[in-house]
């Protein structure tokens, strides 16, 4: 368990997950009826950009600094801006919030939300700054030393019949796509009409086409989407060559909004020639 996202926060990835996390989001709220949330592998929740770790590799500042600094971006992204610029008021970007924060400030009165964090740094991290610095309407359960993969099959079905499963592991093991498979299996046999959003890197193309075979033939081509942001082509497969999400139920107003909002994030967070989006959409 050496994978600390400290030195990833505000990348490219990043602006991809949380934009197309808030967009679910808000489509969500649209409704009176009450929400939840599952966050499987929450990291810390928040992250100082300016600290040790992230000033190592300063990956934010081809990610979520090229947003900031954008013109005009599609008001689809507006919640997601709106929230980062709220941490960092002096306009000197430090602060950047994880999809924890993100999911809290989207909870009204009646939603809830359960954070589940196994690595026991972060996850001691994760439980001060949701005592220390969440603020939310809603109900937030943190489970600390969790697996958030065994979750799926303890805590699905929720309360509320509405709702959204964002899983987003490390992909520090060699079958994390198969574990990560199986617990879309265990989960879709609890709540098979939730939203299940997953993030997955993208090295070698081949590997993610197999995962998305297998995550369709669980839920069925019908309703599955998945996206996938290429930052450059993929000539070097050892490489973060860029990364995408995988739908299971994706909300109506994700498919509305997701070809304006991709358009307007792969020119501006590509780092080389081949750079490009595409979409598997629901059949």
């Not at 994760?126 to 979750?151: I, P, W």
């Not at 450059?232 to 050892?238: F, V």
């Amino acid at each position: 368990m050496n994978y600390r996202h400290s030195y990833h926060a505000g990348n490219f990835a990043d602006v991809l997950k949380h934009s197309l996390q808030m967009i679910c989001l808000d489509y969500l709220r649209q409704k009176d009826k009450a929400f939840w949330v599952l966050d499987t592998h929450a990291g810390i929740g928040m992250y100082d950009l300016q600290g040790e770790q992230a000033s190592k590799t300063a990956e934010w500042k081809q990610g979520i600094a090229r947003l900031l600094a954008a013109d005009k971006p599609p008001a689809a992204l507006q919640a997601y801006l709106d929230n980062v610029r709220s941490l960092n008021p002096d306009g000197a970007l430090r602060w950047y919030p994880g999809s924890p924060w993100l999911s809290t400030q989207q909870l009204r009165a009646q939603d809830a939300m359960v954070l589940c964090e196994l690595h026991p740094d972060d996850a001691r991290l994760l439980a001060q700054n949701v005592r220390q610095d969440f603020r939310c309407a809603g109900s937030v359960k943190v489970m600390t030393e969790t697996d958030g993969y065994g979750a799926l099959k303890a805590l699905l079905p929720p309360p509320a019949k509405r709702g959204l499963v964002l899983i987003d592991p490390p992909f520090e093991q060699r079958d994390e796509f198969i574990q990560v498979s199986t617990a879309l299996g265990q989960g879709l046999q609890r709540w098979a009409n939730g939203t299940y959003a997953v993030w997955y890197p993208i090295k070698d193309p081949l590997n993610v086409g197999v995962f998305h075979k297998h995550a369709t033939r669980l839920a069925g081509a019908d309703k599955v989407l998945a996206v996938d942001l290429m930052i450059r082509a993929p000539h070097d497969r050892t490489k973060l060559n860029g990364c995408g999400m995988f739908f299971i139920n994706p909300p109506y107003g994700l498919l509305q909004q997701l070809t304006e909002v991709m358009e307007f994030l792969t020119p501006l967070l590509a780092q080389g020639e081949g750079a490009e989006w595409r979409a598997t959409w629901p059949a």
